[in-house]
């Protein structure tokens, strides 16, 4: 079974926008980290956000901020005020335990940016 | 501070050649990975190191794949041989260790391999 599912595929967004990515995920362990990663056509993975299981606010970096909905095991990315360099793949990831260091990625989402 | 290396960036090559790979993590980061992600999919985990044991390399195809890490630095992923279905981007990330941290991972920009 996913671990991590990304349902979609692409995504356009309007400049300025905000946009939702989702991403939910299928674990037992109840100590879990679930992160969030921004792949540019030059190919590397910037680490954007983390949550961890048992944080009780939603994380949030900038512009970055993290929907989680535990109940629901979802964790879903909210970019806002969207800019043309924010136009990448995004990965949604987890790993599971306190201090298991494997990433469980998900498919990916292309999020493209619109002047 | 340097972020993780990799080199080459590119490599094309014939299938049934052998191809190294080469990934000098951030300086002090006991933790090293080496990810290979196909094409429009998510990276996938093919070994772990702390510093220079490798402690996970379960999804390491072992008949043609194999890794090093000798001095718990720098380390060298190797095909041999290579197959067309080893087309992919290679990917090395590292991270520190901390009991406080959720040790997030600092990925290279990959190496990016063509076998024809």
């Known amino acids: 079974a996913q671990k991590i599912t990304q349902t979609q595929p692409g995504m356009f967004v309007q400049e300025k926008e905000a946009v939702t990515l989702d991403c939910t995920y299928d674990?037992?362990?109840?100590?879990?980290?679930l992160f969030w990663y921004k792949q540019p056509s030059s190919g590397e993975m910037i680490f954007l956000i983390y949550?961890?299981?048992?944080?009780?606010q939603n994380a949030t970096e900038g512009r970055y901020s993290l929907n989680f909905q535990k109940a629901r095991k979802s964790a879903n990315l909210v970019i806002s005020a969207s800019q043309l360099g924010d136009s990448a793949m995004y990965f949604c990831?987890?790993?599971?335990?306190?201090?298991?260091?494997?990433?469980?990625f998900g498919a990916g989402t292309t999020v493209t940016v619109r002047a | 501070e340097a972020g993780v290396v990799q080199s080459p960036r590119y490599k094309i090559i014939e299938k049934k050649q052998p191809v190294a790979f080469w990934c000098n993590p951030i300086?002090?980061?006991?933790?090293l990975y080496w990810y290979r992600q196909n094409l429009g999919q998510g990276p996938e985990l093919l070994i772990r190191?702390?510093?220079?044991?490798?402690?996970?390399d379960s999804q390491l195809p072992k008949d043609r794949f194999s890794a090093e890490r000798l001095k718990g630095v720098d380390s060298t992923l190797k095909i041999q041989p290579a197959e067309l279905g080893d087309s992919a981007v290679y990917l090395c990330?590292?991270?520190?260790?901390?009991?406080?941290?959720?040790?997030?991972?600092?990925f290279g920009p990959g190496t990016r391999l063509t076998v024809l």
């Open positions: 990330a590292s991270s520190p260790y901390s009991l406080y941290s959720y040790n997030e991972q600092f």
């Open positions: 674990t037992s362990d109840p100590s879990y980290g």
């Open positions: 949550q961890g299981s048992y944080d009780q």
């Open positions: 990831a987890m790993r599971e335990g306190r201090h298991d260091y494997k990433l469980s």
């Open positions: 300086s002090g980061h006991n933790t």
């Open positions: 190191y702390e510093n220079e044991e490798a402690v996970d």
